[in-house]
């Protein structure tokens, strides 16, 4: 039978009850704790009338909270839906819309996700919402009559806002559960391992980080943001962590900010960096800070629940620039337009077969037609292996911005800032960005000669738009470069931003 | 102008976009009110230091320093007086 998310956690608990799976400040959350708090909040969903497939959207921060809905829903046979917290009202709209979700948990203080969750149950913490309930009042006995269907669908990461095509990536318990062990393996994990851990849990590499802890039995101390970086780090020091996960922006927030020497971080046994390319500079910076740590390069994406290649640490220096591996159980190759294999060292476009691939976008065949074809993902990251199968990535098909750990699709800002009159058209594109990897930068064509307010542009989409999607760059410009076709050419705005 | 009008004319300029005082109350948590985020904090932290001559050190960030208009001012006050 195949392993699912619940039966780990159920294990794990049942194994040991008394070990601590999350600590948040003072607050310290056993296994055993953490798995009644699921079953009673399946019990909860169950007693309120959940029925198998139903859609609970988690706009929750990283909390016991979020753990016990999130496995609280797949224990009663729900579908969870987690959201990016820090998204607006526009975002929240569209997603519960698209999912039709019938039940929303979040704070009470999320004023963006409770104004558009007006149609559905709302469960918040922190309070009680008007019309709410309590987290602690989803509360029932749960009785497992069958184990779940470990293929059924689980889970629905959405990895776009809301323009253009949306996806909303179906991962079943299976999916997950695969690739959680396969991460467990390469990076040896056991329950002696703690890790201190920035990532949301709503995408899909603070998920994986989420899983793979609960599998084996170890530990995470939750740590708010990387707003102020020594914090983080003295609590690696204070906890005595054995691994930290991050992304390049991570890693250059804290090799930039902050002493390392300074600190005992002896206990860090391991680091994995994910969510884009690493410079090589970065990366050796990074090593020479913390050299006991081994340094696990990863690449993947949502599609396939996380994970797809990993770098084992001793092939570092000899595969310098790699993402590694193809890991055990996933098919990767190269392919070029016509659908041939590539030869070794051939760019073509990365595909991947596995049980770690997602079943689908939900709710959007033409898309999911377009990413599955023939048992094959489409990753559309483009790159060749070399002659020992490590693969190098070259970048992507697609125009998505990458900028710290955030995925930003350009139209989802050109639509905002194509809302105000006075702006005729706008093309937004990633820049190279020191710190972020990518930085969001719009040229707007005005509509008349009295120009447009920069500001103005920039305090729209603050109000429209999470945060980290407001342009970091403005420029005004006369005209667009476009093909004959009419297309905007992005690559040549990009191209001129850097001169 | 005085440190306060200066580090709130910042921060109104550059993350909250507008020159609407009432936008932000000098006490108004700046992380709690989703105003900075870690990028964020880094640049106010730059822009304090070039325009005051000042070093933040290391263990001087943290929130009784930096998490608000009026933390921010009496912070660099007792940086400049030293």
Redesign the interface.
């Known amino acids: 039978m195949s392993a699912t998310l619940v039966a780990n956690l159920r294990s794990t608990a049942g194994r040991t009850p008394d070990q601590v799976a999350l600590v948040q400040g003072e607050r310290v959350v056993t296994y055993g704790t953490l798995w009644d708090m699921a079953r009673r909040f399946a019990g909860g969903l169950r007693a309120s009338g959940l029925a198998a497939g139903d859609r609970l959207a988690l706009g929750l921060e990283n909390s016991a909270e979020y753990v016990a809905a999130y496995y609280g829903t797949l224990l009663a046979g729900g579908i969870v839906v987690p959201l990016n917290v820090?998204a607006k009202a526009r975002d929240f709209e569209f997603w519960l819309r698209h999912c039709a979700a019938s039940w929303v948990v979040c704070s009470a203080e999320n004023r963006e996700l409770l104004a558009a969750a007006a149609s559905t149950r709302v469960v918040t913490t922190a309070g009680v919402a008007p019309g709410g309930i309590a987290f602690a009042d989803v509360a029932g006995e749960f009785e497992e009559a069958t184990a779940p269907d470990a293929h059924a669908a689980a889970c629905i990461l959405y990895t776009s806002g809301t323009t253009g095509s949306p996806k909303g990536v179906l991962l079943s318990q299976h999916n997950i559960a695969s690739n959680t062990d396969a991460i467990v393996t390469y990076l040896g994990l056991t329950a002696a391992d703690s890790i201190v851990c920035v990532l949301p849990f709503y995408y899909s590499y603070g998920n994986s980080v989420l899983h793979t802890h609960v599998k084996v039995g170890a530990t995470i101390v939750l740590d708010d943001?990387?707003?102020?970086?020594?914090?983080v780090v003295a609590n690696i020091a204070r906890s005595r962590a054995t691994g930290f996960a991050g992304v390049p922006?991570t890693f250059s927030?804290l090799l930039g900010?902050?002493?390392l020497g300074?600190f005992d971080l002896s206990s860090l046994r391991y680091l994995t960096q994910a969510g884009g390319a690493m410079s090589v500079a970065t990366t050796q910076k990074l090593r020479e800070a913390l050299p006991q740590a081994q340094l696990f390069v990863m690449y993947g994406q949502t599609e396939a629940s996380a994970r797809l290649t990993y770098l084992p640490p001793a092939d570092l220096d000899r595969k310098l620039g790699s993402v590694g591996v193809a890991l055990p159980g996933i098919e990767l190759e190269t392919r070029l337009e016509s659908g041939e294999r590539c030869a070794a060292l051939q760019t073509g476009t990365v595909w991947v077969r596995g049980p770690n691939v997602m079943r689908g976008y939900w709710n959007n065949p033409e898309a999911s037609a377009t990413a599955l074809q023939g048992g094959w993902l489409n990753t559309g990251d483009v790159g060749h292996l070399d002659a020992d199968g490590f693969l190098f990535l070259a970048g992507r098909r697609s125009d998505m911005i990458k900028t710290?750990a955030h995925r930003v699709h350009p139209k989802d800002v050109e639509e905002v800032i194509e809302e105000l009159a006075e702006v005729a058209e706008v093309a937004v594109v990633g820049v190279n960005d020191e710190?972020?990897g990518q930085a969001i930068k719009a040229f707007v064509v005005p509509k008349s000669a009295g120009g447009v307010d920069v500001?103005?542009v920039?305090?729209h989409c603050?109000q429209r738009l999470a945060?980290?999607k407001i342009p970091k760059y403005v420029d005004l410009v006369g005209s667009l470069p476009k093909t004959a076709s009419g297309k905007v050419r992005r690559h040549e705005l990009v191209e001129r931003h850097s001169e | 102008m005085s440190p306060k009008s200066e580090i709130k004319q910042f921060i109104l300029?550059n993350y909250?976009?507008?020159n609407d005082e009432s936008a932000l109350a000098d006490d108004d948590s700046l992380?709690k009110k989703?105003i900075?985020?870690?990028?964020g904090?880094?640049e106010l932290i730059m822009h304090i230091e070039e325009k005051y001559g000042i070093k933040v050190a290391?263990?001087e960030?943290?929130?009784a320093n930096?998490d608000s208009v009026v933390n921010v001012t009496a912070f660099i006050e007792r940086k400049l007086a030293k």
């Open positions: 820090a943001n990387l707003v102020y970086p020594h914090k922006s927030l900010r902050v002493t300074d710290g710190m972020l500001m103005r920039k305090a603050r945060n980290y | 300029g909250l976009f507008t992380l989703g900075v985020d870690s990028t904090m880094l290391e263990d960030m943290v929130p930096l």
